[in-house]
């Protein structure tokens, strides 16, 4: 015989409902009504809190919660901002032959300039000479100030004559390579310590060709004796007692 599973007790009976019957019927009215309206109340207060904006482009409400810094601005000004057309980058990219080109009238305005300060120069001087005493002191002044001038338009002069020597060399190394990569050469870059050396022979035959050899022993003999002098600071030398020591800036 088959095996039946009886029910439970427990799922067949149901809750019964409570019945109230009489004033206790009527007490318990108010108290649902009053329950009620105490979550209507607490349902407003929490959609106050949840309110949205009825535009996504209206302004948010600020708490007062937070403090708010005292600085103001009171009246909004507009702030001039300078720009520079050389450096923009609508004025196109930095070319350096370009740039020589166009500005290659500033290495003769220096050697105008260098001409003009030593002219003054020579009649500050004369003036000083011959200078009364109250004005001797104004005299001299004048003479420190062109002097100081002209070994500014000195070193822009010579400056001039040294980049147009280096890059003169540079260029004849860069057209030289230029026209043996179109007959087939690979690619081929100086290195640093060619360079160098390319640019110093480059300046000594520009002034062997200025001044001759003497010109060119004597800068070698300047450079040696500033390279010299910086050994000798670094040398320690013998004190009383005999032991070396380090010398001593100058402060």
């Given amino acids: 015989m088959p095996h039946v599973p009886i029910p439970s007790t427990s799922k067949l009976t149901r809750p ?9 019927a009527e007490d318990s009215e108010p108290e649902s ?15 106050l809190k949840r309110a949205k904006r ?15 810094t005292r600085r103001r601005t009171v009246v ?27 500005y290659s009238f500033l290495a003769e305005n220096h050697v105008s300039e260098m001409r003009t300060l030593r002219d003054n120069l020579k009649r500050a001087r004369k003036r000083l000479s011959s200078a009364p005493r109250d004005l001797r002191e104004e005299y001299e002044a004048e003479v420190g100030r062109l002097e100081l ?9 010579n400056r001039d004559k040294r980049e147009k020597v280096e890059y003169g060399a ?9 026209e043996k990569r179109k007959q087939g050469k690979g690619g081929w870059w100086m ?6 050396e390319l640019v110093v022979r480059a300046r000594y035959e520009a002034l062997a060709a200025e001044g001759g050899k003497r010109a060119v022993r004597k800068v070698i003999e300047k450079k040696q004796r500033k390279i010299g002098q910086k050994e000798k600071k670094s040398r320690p030398y013998a004190a009383e007692d005999g032991r070396p020591r380090k010398r001593q800036k100058m402060q």
Avoid: C, W, Y
């Avoid at 019964?16 to 206790?24: A, E, F, L, S």
């Avoid at 001038?149 to 002069?157: G, I, N, P, Q, Y």
């Fill in 76 to 102: 909004e000004t507009k702030t001039f901002q300078a720009r520079d057309p050389r450096f923009m980058p609508l004025a196109g990219e930095f070319s350096q032959d370009k740039f020589r080109e166009q």
């Fill in 16 to 24: 019964i409902p409570k019945v109230i019957v009489g004033r206790d």
């Fill in 170 to 178: 540079l260029a004849k190394i860069s057209e030289e390579e230029r």
């Fill in 33 to 47: 009504d009053a329950s009620g309206s105490e979550d209507n109340d607490h349902g407003d207060k929490g959609s």
């Fill in 191 to 196: 290195k640093e310590s060619a360079k160098k």
């Fill in 149 to 157: 001038a002209l070994k500014r338009a000195e070193s822009s002069v």
């Fill in 54 to 68: 009825s535009n996504k482009h209206a302004p948010m409400e600020v708490t007062s919660k937070k403090p708010v």
